[in-house]
């Protein structure tokens, strides 16, 4: 298993790129921080597909996840083998100019990833940002048009930055081409702010921040400022990156079109709809043909054991569908010529001991269990 933080995404998303891309289905599961915001969303027998989306929906949107696992399987040529890499996200939701998402946490929700050794630490310091395709526009449209203060900053800031360009101003009518002027940082103004600001009142200036306390302005020419600017739209590119964060990770799995498996998964795909795609629609309908055309290949293992029980009832295979259930009754079974699975140099900490409800972990059990249950089904085929 490979942990990925923000710390470390950057360094490690070709490897992901590559078992992905490589992969004949990817496993996936999550951890959330809550899973009913309301009683009344609670769902029941009596809820047909529309009523218990609709439910699901208003959850969805109150709630984010906290991590998320997967595990590309990649089949060995003429081996009967397959080797997975696993990877454990932690991922946060960024905050930056007006995206600054607000969510609710369950109390039991917290209480259950702190039994499983959740490390919230990692989640807040150095979890994964991410963004669905309306805060990119919202935050790409920002970063243009220098407007990433919030309004509260702007209405503060704007004497203490007036104070600034006033003694701009002074200087710049006696500075010639190359000049610098080095002033005082006011702390209560954000580097973004103060540069974005000073940069739009002043366009024969550019500005530098020299260390914690200080700003420098220079003088330059149209020239000069033209390759300072496309350094500058790099760096805003970087940031949009980084903002992107897993939502990059998400793009590649729609891309690759590989199959993916969850286990009991319908919350964990609306999740990823709403949070790295677009705000989750109105119309369980229209939830249902977008899901297909972003994965066309969707396996539940849940949905897949349950439909085996009947047939499998004598040997209790399928009595328990819970996921650790089916992968310890998987464990304990032996099928001829089954696939075997071996993890990547990466997977130590899985080959040695458990780790229920890490996403990780979870994911690596999912896809177990999905290839068990595909050759059981290939067998009957045969048959």
């Not at 002043?202 to 420098?216: C, G, K, N, Y």
């Not at 709403?274 to 109105?282: A, E, G, S, T, W």
């Not at 972990?361 to 896809?367: E, I, L, N, Q, S």
Request: glycine fraction near 4%; charged fraction near 25%; aromatic fraction near 12%.
């Amino acid at each position: 298993m490979v942990e990925v933080l923000k710390s470390s995404f950057e360094d490690l998303f070709p490897i992901i790129e590559t078992c992905i891309r490589e992969c004949s289905f990817v496993a996936f599961d999550t951890e959330f921080t809550g899973l009913t915001a309301d009683s009344s969303n609670t769902e029941t027998l009596f809820d047909d597909g529309p009523a218990r989306y609709a439910k699901k929906r208003r959850d969805v949107q109150q709630f984010i996840m906290v991590q998320i696992g997967l595990s590309a399987f990649i089949e060995i040529p003429h081996e009967n083998r397959y080797r997975v890499h696993t990877f454990n996200f932690y991922v946060y939701p960024g905050s930056f100019g007006s995206v600054n998402v607000k969510f609710l946490c369950q109390a039991s929700a917290l209480e259950f990833l702190c039994r499983h050794n959740f490390d919230f630490n990692k989640f807040i310091y150095d979890g994964i940002s991410y963004l669905n395709e309306e805060q990119e526009k919202v935050l790409c449209n920002e970063i243009e048009e220098l407007s990433v203060a919030t309004d509260a900053e702007c209405d503060y800031d704007e004497i203490t930055v007036q104070e600034i360009s006033s003694k701009i101003s002074e200087w710049l009518a006696t500075a010639k081409n190359e000049d610098k002027l080095v002033l005082e940082k006011p702390p209560s103004v954000s580097d973004y702010v103060l540069h974005s600001q000073l940069r739009q009142r002043f366009p024969a200036i550019w500005t530098i921040s020299v260390d914690r306390l200080h700003v420098q302005c220079a003088k330059i020419t149209e020239e000069k400022k033209s390759i300072i600017l496309k350094e500058h739209e790099m760096e805003n590119e970087r940031v949009l990156n980084s903002m992107l964060g897993f939502t990059r990770v998400f793009r590649l799995l729609v891309k690759h079109r590989k199959p993916i498996v969850g286990h009991n998964c319908f919350m964990d795909l609306m999740l990823m709809y709403d949070k790295f795609y677009r705000p989750l629609p109105v119309k369980y309908s229209q939830f249902k043909e977008d899901i297909s055309r972003l994965f066309p290949f969707v396996f539940d293992t849940k949905s897949m054991s349950a439909s085996m029980r009947k047939s499998y009832k004598e040997t209790g295979l399928f009595e328990n569908t819970t996921l650790s259930r089916l992968y310890a009754a998987f464990q304990r079974r032996f099928d001829l010529y089954q696939p075997a699975i071996i993890h990547g140099q990466e997977g130590s900490k899985y080959r040695e001991a458990e780790a229920l409800h890490e996403a990780g972990y979870d994911a690596f059990m999912t896809g177990s269990v999905f290839l068990r249950i595909a050759h059981l089904k290939a067998v009957v085929h045969l048959r």
